[in-house]
């Protein structure tokens, strides 16, 4: 079962410092050094909107929600739909196409490539049955992947570039293709610090 770290209780301060510091572990956080790291980074740009998006959409503000989304989209042709929880520590470094999903569950220190399509539901999932994915905390989504419908992807989880997801994912698995499948296990590492976490589960014979 797959950790997800909630922003709830997160201030738009807190989850924008929470994702510079994935570009910049262990340098002190301020607006200045965000704005900065913007200069040469869009990916931070793109992630302030939607921050900014994502409180004003919690805080009952949802045209002004829907109205950073457009900004997200003109400035980088990325859509993020207002109505998900995305938790801190978050990166995209290339945002250019991502696309997320109104109902989408994000956890802690996430890195999501680009032209990422996460939050496909199905068009016949009937109405209060969910349909969106969730990303366990520490996983990471490579480019032009595609997590279709009510999946899980585990913590620490890699989904690798141009796959389709449309079963979950198993914690610390590697998985590749269309439709992806586990091709190897990684370890789980701490953003910035290379401390690894729990090692992969051992390996049992069939």
């Not at 209780?9 to 510091?21: A, C, E, I, N, T």
């Not at 539901?121 to 994915?133: A, H, K, L, N, Y």
């Not at 091709?183 to 953003?191: M, T």
Request: aromatic share 8%.
């Amino acid at each position: 079962m797959a950790t997800v770290t909630s922003s709830e209780g997160l201030s738009f301060r807190d989850l924008v410092f929470s994702d510079y510091d994935r570009y910049a572990p262990g340098a002190k956080a301020s607006w200045l050094a965000v704005a900065k790291t913007g200069l040469s980074h869009p990916g931070m740009v793109a992630q302030v909107i939607l921050r900014a998006q994502q409180c004003a959409y919690r805080s009952g503000r949802v045209r002004l929600a829907f109205l950073l989304r457009s900004l997200g989209m003109y400035m980088f042709s990325a859509d993020f739909v207002p109505g998900m929880d995305i938790g801190p520590g978050l990166i995209i470094p290339h945002p250019n196409g991502v696309v997320i999903g109104n109902g989408l569950r994000v956890g802690a220190n996430v890195s999501i490539g680009d032209s990422v399509t996460a939050g496909v539901q199905q068009p016949d999932t009937p109405p209060g049955e969910g349909g969106f994915p969730t990303i366990g905390d520490g996983a990471i989504v490579l480019a032009h992947a595609v997590l279709a419908g009510p999946v899980t992807i585990g913590n620490y989880a890699q989904v690798g570039a141009n796959s389709v997801v449309l079963s979950d994912v198993p914690d610390f698995a590697v998985v590749f293709g269309v439709p992806a499948r586990k091709v190897a296990e990684r370890k789980g590492i701490i953003p910035g610090s290379y401390e690894l976490l729990d090692e992969p589960p051992a390996k049992q014979k069939d």
